[in-house]
């Protein structure tokens, strides 16, 4: 299905298939990511497995509100 390869609900069905190896907690710490499109689906999605991860995450959106509403998401869904 590659439609949804690129949207939280393939990130999730990939999660749940047993491949997929998820970040060690702090294995990036001291790391800084750029994520684009960070303010929804596998962006979204990427962003917290990184900050959970230990990273410093800097998130690339178009609309400002929108990125910032992610950002205090993010913060609440991981206690960062």
């Not at 047993?18 to 060690?24: D, E, H, N, V, Y």
């Not at 962003?47 to 690339?60: I, P, R, S, W």
Request: aromatic residues 4%; proline residues 4%.
């Amino acid at each position: 299905l590659p439609p949804l390869s690129y949207t939280s609900l393939g990130f999730g069905l990939r999660r749940r298939m047993g491949s997929w190896q998820p970040l060690a907690e702090g294995s990036m710490t001291g790391k800084v990511c750029l994520v684009t499109g960070a303010n929804g689906g596998l962006g979204a999605a990427a962003v917290e497995a990184l900050v959970a991860a230990g990273a410093t995450v800097e998130l690339l959106v178009r609309d400002q509100g929108r990125g910032d509403a992610a950002a205090d998401q993010v913060a609440t869904r991981t206690g960062a």
